[in-house]
């Protein structure tokens, strides 16, 4: 059984540019959730999405965004991109909306310049 | 606010001691509470839950102990291994208005001494 993927894995934007990262969550996994880790913050949850909808958002600006296609697959897009964004991003998926034990794919390194 | 914390950022083992990485939390009303593990340059690994309702719970070789009265959280890993060198976190999960929640600590880098 594949476990998620998450691509690409590597990417270097430039200030101002837009981004789209992309997570395929394990088959028969409904739920997919975003976090963004940088150095000495930990995980800090963006968004969560269930059955195409998002269902819960952390506290980013609304230049982070993201959805849910119809096989449970899941983009995120962050626009106009500041040094700051600069991360490893993360992606879960688990089953259901409990998230009793989610699986996380490898992240995105995202490098902006 | 609520806030999942960690005592110790990192914390050097000899391979075969007991290791104990500790957790502290604001949120009494979490439901459970989950470790993961982060080996470098990989996504992070779920090893155990508990639920706000147990006070103990053990996996292979780990154990997690909750202690509600001054919202302590611990992960114990018996007979280190080298294998067991990561970052490990621990997270918290609510349920806030019919949504799930999960906030995560800064983490805790556990190395393990051949």
């Known amino acids: 059984k594949a476990g998620v993927t998450q691509t690409p894995r590597y990417l270097i934007k430039t200030r101002g540019q837009q981004v789209t990262l992309s997570c395929s969550p394990i088959?028969?996994?409904?739920?997919v959730s975003w976090y963004q880790q940088t150095p000495g913050q930990g995980l800090q949850f963006l968004f969560e999405?269930?059955?195409?909808?998002?269902?819960n958002k952390g506290n980013f600006p609304g230049r982070f965004s993201g959805r849910q296609f119809s096989n449970s697959r899941s983009e995120m897009n962050v626009s106009t991109l500041e040094l700051g964004d600069s991360a490893l991003y993360l992606c879960?998926?688990?089953?259901?909306?409990?998230?009793?034990?989610?699986?996380f794919g490898q992240g995105t390194r995202l490098t902006v310049v | 606010g609520e806030s999942v914390g960690l005592h110790l950022p990192t914390l050097s083992v000899q391979e075969g001691d007991n290791s104990i990485i500790n957790c502290a939390y604001s949120?009494?009303?979490?439901?459970?509470f989950i470790w993961y593990k982060q080996e470098s340059g990989k996504g992070p690994q779920f090893i155990i839950d508990?639920?706000?309702?147990?006070d103990k719970r053990q996996g292979q070789r780990v154990t997690v102990l909750l202690n509600k009265t001054v919202k302590h959280l611990s992960l114990q890993i018996a007979a280190t291994q080298p294998g067991d060198s990561a970052v490990y976190f621990c997270?918290?999960?609510?349920?806030?208005?019919?949504?799930?929640?999960?906030?995560f600590g800064i983490g805790t880098k556990l190395q393990v001494i051949p």
């Open positions: 999405y269930f059955s195409e909808t998002q269902r």
């Open positions: 879960a998926s688990s089953f259901d909306r409990s998230n009793t034990e989610a699986f």
């Open positions: 997270a918290e999960n609510m349920n806030s208005g019919g949504y799930q929640k999960v906030t």
């Open positions: 088959s028969g996994h409904r739920s």
């Open positions: 508990i639920r706000s309702n147990m």
């Open positions: 949120n009494s009303a979490s439901d459970y």
